[in-house]
């Protein structure tokens, strides 16, 4: 379970360009629940994201995952529980490396240093099962840097490797925003299945009003730092795409030009 409770996040504070990117923002998320995030450029979708992470630390307010306090913890003390997959497919995986090599820094994720080696034949093995699985024929191309791979392969093996060292909690963060249309529900399906069958905990951050509906429990809308929206259940079975693109206007007080966007 994570629990958030009247987290506040300022930046720059007193500062002429002081931000309040959080106000006030307070959820309780059960194990194994999978929340959509919107909200317009700037709500605070990935401060929050940031918060539960550690590399955001609150200025208020307190941050539960489990049983434990972690408000005060940074990204390393955390990184056994909270994996991130993030917008650009460059950022949570490092190019040079094989996909082999990614997956082994990735299963050691939150471990401290050791002399252990990382890639023995029985890790070599599970990793090449388990992008086997993927269905992409990147099991035949362990030794291949990653930046030869497409950006939806990379997202698909950064998925993988989010899992490898046992993490509870999934944070995604528009992690299809840069595929195309067909890769991107490719990962969306692959993300489901990963996080059902693992029984994730998982924020994810969408600008698609139609992803936010379509996957997961549970959809929250940020605006101004505090939520505004809060469904679940028969509630959001209800709600439309036009509903939300409505509030969407009626938030910001203004018409959107981009409502193809928010529907793809
Ligand atoms: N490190 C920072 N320093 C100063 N201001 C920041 C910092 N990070 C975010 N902000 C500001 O905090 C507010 C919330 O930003 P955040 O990135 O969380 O929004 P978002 O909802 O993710 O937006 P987008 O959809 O554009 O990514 C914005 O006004 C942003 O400019």
Redesign the pocket.
């Known amino acids: 379970m994570i629990s958030v409770s009247d987290i506040k996040v300022v930046?720059?504070r007193g500062t002429p360009?002081e931000?309040k990117?959080l106000n006030g923002v307070s959820l309780t998320i059960a194990e194994g629940e999978f929340v959509t995030v919107i909200?317009?450029?700037?709500?605070?979708?990935?401060?929050?994201l940031?918060v539960l992470a550690g590399d955001v630390i609150a200025t208020e307010g307190r941050v539960t995952i489990g049983t434990v306090d972690v408000t005060r913890q940074g990204t390393a003390q955390r990184a056994g529980r909270v994996a991130r997959v993030f917008q650009d497919p460059l950022t949570g995986s490092c190019g040079a490396l094989s996909i082999e090599e990614n997956l082994a820094l990735a299963a050691r994720r939150g471990e401290r240093r050791g002399l252990a080696p990382a890639l023995g034949p029985s890790r070599r093995a599970r990793f090449r099962e388990r992008i086997a699985e993927l269905n992409l024929g990147l099991e035949n191309r362990m030794g291949d840097r990653m930046d030869l791979l497409s950006g939806g392969q990379r997202q698909a093996v950064s998925l993988v490797m989010a899992t490898l060292a046992g993490s509870d909690v999934l944070l995604l963060d528009?992690h299809t925003a840069a595929l195309d249309p067909g890769m991107a529900e490719f990962v969306m399906t692959l993300t489901e299945k990963i996080v059902s069958e693992r029984k994730l905990t998982t924020l994810m951050?969408t600008?698609s009003m139609r992803q936010a509906l379509d996957y997961g429990h549970r959809t929250v809308m940020?605006h101004g730092?505090e939520i505004v929206l809060d469904v679940t259940g028969d509630s959001r079975k209800t709600l439309q795409v036009e509903d939300l693109i409505a509030m969407f206007r009626k938030m910001r007080g203004q018409t959107l030009d981009d409502d193809a966007l928010l529907i793809g």
């Open positions: 930046f720059g360009l931000k990117a909200g317009s450029n700037g709500a605070g979708k990935s401060t929050l940031g528009e951050v600008h940020l730092g």
